[in-house]
Each structure stands twice: as C-alpha cells, then as structure tokens.
C-alpha cells in the first residue's frame, strides 16, 4: 500500500500558540487529501477536504479561520491549528487518496497527538 | 447520507481461532466502496480490506474476508487464525463514488485476542 507521512507525531504547546501539522504522500502524488479529529475512545470525525490548488472544504461545525489547511503540491498539506486552547487538544490524522488504485483507498499517516496546556 | 454501524464496542477471541466484526451500513447511493481499517493503540489507521458494491465476490487479503450482503446492507470482517497481534479497533468506512470520496466511519470494535 501506499505511505503517508505526517509529521509531527507528538506536540506539546501552550495555549494561544499556533501549531502546524504537515501530511506528506511519499510514493504517490494526491490530490485530494483529508483530515480528521479523533477524540479518546471515539470514532474519527472529518474535518475538512484538502484540494490541491484551491481552498480547502471545511465540515459542518469546523472553524475555518482556526484551522487552516494549506495544500501547497501534490505530496503536502497542511493543518495549522491557530491559537491553540486546551479544548484543542486531540488525536489529528490525515489520509491521502491514492488515485493509482481503482478503488482509490485512502491511506492514512500516523496521526499527530496534539496537547495544548 | 450514509451511516455506518457497528454493534460491537468490544470482543475477544482465543489465539489461533476464526472472528467476525460486524458492519451495516445504510446509503441510498448505487454505487459504493467499503472499507475496514486496523487502529493499533499507537493510532495508526491501517487499510485492510476494500469491497465495491458492484463486487460480486467477497473480497480476500491474505487472513482478513469481507462477507458482503448486499441486499442485508452488512459488511461483516472476518479475521482468521486470529494472532496476538490482532488486538486493536476495527473500523468499518464506507465511501460513496463520486463526488469528494470522503469515509463515513463506524464506531468501531475492540478486538482483544487471548492467548
């Protein structure tokens, strides 16, 4: 399968900071790349569609101008989590989509456990 | 919309012996893709398995099948010849064609293998 990076695996920040969070596709160009939300013991919750070359398109509820999501080339994207807050904290993974494959599975990173104190 | 649920929040399973995860999945779409991902506790979300809707055979990868129903709307992942390394969350996704392509995500189930 296809490898998805992200980087960084841990952050630990002090509230009001901004965090960013970088997603790479190593052996695939992506398009089209996803983050999620996981909170302790629950299901994973989109958050927004990364296109490449335009902007990206948010979920319901998810606070565009707090988390920006910037998707520069085919292998990057980016989340920033602008001015931090304890309520931030939470498990933030994305996936690219492989568009080599006929079922186009998405494949994810190993996720970016965030701590804002 | 598409739902997707799985009943079980936890299950076990002796070392060396066959499992099924239960999935159901509610679209009104035609077309569909499903999915299942293995979360270790390290949080990796790990492909398993695909099954298209217009698939007539249930899909195979090595000890992981999908027994796919599709006028039962279920899903169901069968592990077998379970090993220790099979404890973790199982979540099932489903997909529809078209469109943005993003999963919608079960609940998810514990799967504990004792040895």
């Known amino acids: 399968g296809a490898v998805v990076s992200q980087h960084p695996s841990w952050v630990i920040c002090k509230s009001g900071t901004s965090v960013k969070i970088e997603c790479r596709s190593l052996?695939?160009?992506?398009?089209?790349m996803f983050w999620y939300r996981q909170f302790p013991k629950q299901s994973l919750m989109l958050m927004a569609t990364?296109?490449?070359?335009?902007?990206?398109?948010?979920e319901q509820g998810v606070e565009k101008d707090k988390f920006l999501i910037n998707h520069a080339s085919l292998t990057l994207s980016t989340l920033t989590v602008t001015s931090a807050h304890p309520e931030d904290s939470s498990f933030y993974i994305c996936?690219?989509?492989?568009?080599?494959?006929?079922?186009?599975?998405?494949?994810f990173g190993p996720g970016t456990r965030l701590l804002v104190l | 919309a598409q739902k997707i649920t799985q009943t079980q929040p936890g299950m076990f399973v002796q070392e060396k012996e066959a499992v099924t995860l239960d999935c159901t999945y509610d679209?009104?779409?035609?077309?569909?893709?499903l999915f299942w991902y293995k979360q270790p506790s390290s949080g990796e979300m790990i492909f398993l398995i695909y099954?298209?809707?217009?698939?007539?055979q249930n899909a195979t990868e090595g000890r992981y099948s999908l027994n796919f129903q599709k006028a039962r709307k279920s899903a169901n992942l069968v592990i077998s010849a379970s090993q220790l390394g099979d404890s973790a969350m199982y979540f099932c996704?489903?997909?529809?064609?078209?469109?943005?392509?993003?999963?919608?995500f079960g609940t998810g189930t514990r799967l504990t293998v004792i040895p």
């Open positions: 996936s690219a989509r492989d568009g080599r494959e006929i079922q186009e599975t998405q494949y």
């Open positions: 052996d695939f160009q992506a398009t089209t």
């Open positions: 990364s296109n490449e070359g335009s902007k990206a398109t948010y």
């Open positions: 679209t009104s779409d035609q077309s569909y893709g």
């Open positions: 099954q298209g809707s217009y698939d007539e």
């Open positions: 996704a489903m997909r529809a064609e078209g469109g943005a392509n993003n999963l919608f």
